[in-house]
């Protein structure tokens, strides 16, 4: 079964810095995202990303992030500068135009000290 | 947010009984429904999902009913197995014809623990 591949599985980084969430979707897969899930609460949306430009993004998508697809198979969240808020596991996702829901990766743990 | 509402934190289920993990909605203009799996330290799994045209989606021993009238939709496991044990979540969207592309909305979850 394909699957989404992210990378690293855990980072530690200081408040104020940068940090690059990688994520390598399902290769025929056209729609890509990111959601996160602080401890103990919701996965919640951040932003979309189709044909090369952000579909949909979140309140929580603040200047402080950006998507990018460099390659043709890399898909990658920047955090600018991390905030202690930040915590928290980052999930990539994709999906196609068919019924089934997304393929979500195993996610990357982010803790920002 | 609160537009998706799982109601109950956890739920205990004896191995071979049927585990119903509920979900309501608040926003009327969702019409794409979803249920999802997690385990520990992996991402949500996708297990079945619902249009807004149907009351009811089976597979398996997983079956989905929505009732669009009273904005709630429940997930239910038959038999349940210890394999089943994790975080449910459901998760709605507006969509374009049902499809599966576009921004979930997801419920906080509820922790499924089946007993052998």
């Known amino acids: 079964e394909p699957e989404v591949t992210q990378t690293p599985s855990h980072q530690v980084t200081q408040m104020g810095q940068e940090v690059i969430l990688r994520c390598v979707p399902i290769s025929n897969h056209l729609y890509f995202y990111w959601y996160r899930q602080i401890l103990g609460q919701k996965v919640e949306f951040l932003v979309s990303?189709?044909?090369?430009?952000?579909?949909?993004k979140s309140e929580i998508f603040d200047d402080q992030f950006s998507v990018e697809r460099p390659d043709g198979s890399n898909f990658t969240l920047k955090i600018r500068s991390t905030k202690l808020e930040d915590s928290a596991m980052y999930f990539c996702a994709s999906s196609d135009r068919g019924r089934r829901g997304y393929t979500f990766g195993s996610g990357t743990r982010l803790t920002v000290v | 947010d609160q537009q998706v509402k799982q109601n109950s934190p956890s739920l205990s289920v004896q191995e071979g009984r049927i585990s119903i993990l509920n979900c309501d909605y608040t926003?009327?203009?969702?019409?794409?429904f979803l249920w999802y799996k997690k385990y520990p330290a992996e991402g949500p799994t996708f297990l079945i999902s619902?249009?807004?045209?149907?009351d009811k989606n089976e597979d398996g021993r997983f079956t989905v009913f929505l009732n669009k009238s009273a904005k709630h939709l429940s997930l239910h496991i038959v038999p349940s197995q210890p394999g089943d044990s994790a975080v449910y979540f459901c998760?709605?969207?507006?969509?374009?014809?049902?499809?599966?592309?576009?921004?979930?909305?997801f419920g906080q979850g509820t922790i499924l623990t089946v007993h052998p």
């Open positions: 990303f189709y044909n090369n430009e952000i579909s949909e």
């Open positions: 619902i249009s807004s045209i149907k």
């Open positions: 926003n009327s203009m969702f019409d794409y």
């Open positions: 998760a709605a969207k507006l969509s374009a014809g049902g499809t599966s592309y576009g921004k979930l909305t």
